[in-house]
């Protein structure tokens, strides 16, 4: 089945430092990844579209020169937090969709990344 | 703006029990709804994915349904297991292939 893998899988960072997480499918190809955050005992918010190729789209609310997000290739997302504060802390989620398969609805998720930042 | 919400918000049963958890969703505009299964401090597992179209999908012991016209969807599980115990997320698939998810419901299945 589609694989798609994060790294790290958890990180300590101090504040005011930048933190880079990736997002890769492992077994297709993704134009679409999906990056979303998941506070405890809360539901997963989608942050931003991420488009191979292009700008990605944020959410409202979400300020993208603080979450910055390249899809430099069709396998590949990147979710880099600038100047993180302690308020950035919480667990990172990203998803691809399957663009060359024919349950194009399909989502599949990344085993997420927890971000500490002390 | 779509909101989805998920009831009961923890529930716990003796194994063997069959039980339904419900989600309902306040626009009926959606594409598809997907129910998700996740591990404390992992990520999300599909179970099953309901098209717009489609009113029921099955796999082993898990049966959702679909009620698009009144915002509903139950995810039944058959003859629960200690490892069914989880947190399950329902969520709607709406324009640009966009998940909304509920906040879930925490299952435990005792033994």
């Known amino acids: 089945g589609a694989v798609v893998s994060q790294h790290p899988s958890w990180v300590i960072c101090k504040s005011g430092t930048s933190v880079k997480i990736e997002c890769r499918s492992l077994d297709f190809q993704a134009t679409t990844m999906f990056w979303y955050r998941q506070f405890p005992k809360q539901s997963l918010m989608l942050m931003a579209t991420?488009?191979?190729?292009?700008?990605?789209?944020?959410e409202q609310g979400v300020e993208k020169d603080k979450f910055l997000i390249n899809h430099a290739s069709l396998t590949l997302s990147t979710l880099t937090v600038t100047s993180a504060h302690p308020e950035d802390s919480s667990f990172y989620i990203c998803?691809?969709?399957?663009?060359?398969?024919?349950?194009?609805?399909?989502?599949?998720f990344g085993p997420g990344t927890r971000l500490t930042v002390l | 703006k779509q909101e989805v919400t998920q009831i009961p918000a923890a529930l716990s049963v003796p194994e063997g029990e069959n039980l339904v958890l419900n989600c309902s969703f306040t626009d009926s505009a959606i594409y598809n709804l997907q129910w998700f299964r996740q591990d404390p401090g992992k990520g999300l597992t599909s179970l099953l994915l309901i098209q717009s179209s489609q009113r029921e999908q099955t796999s082993g012991r898990l049966n959702a349904s679909l009620d698009k016209s009144s915002g509903r969807s139950t995810l039944y599980i058959a003859a629960s297991q200690p490892g069914d115990s989880a947190t399950y997320l329902c969520a709607v698939g709406g324009s640009n292939y966009k998940l909304t998810f509920g906040k879930g419901t925490l299952l435990t299945v005792n033994p």
């Open positions: 991420s488009n191979e190729g292009s700008k990605a789209t944020y």
């Open positions: 998803s691809a969709r399957d663009s060359g398969g024919g349950r194009t609805d399909t989502q599949y």
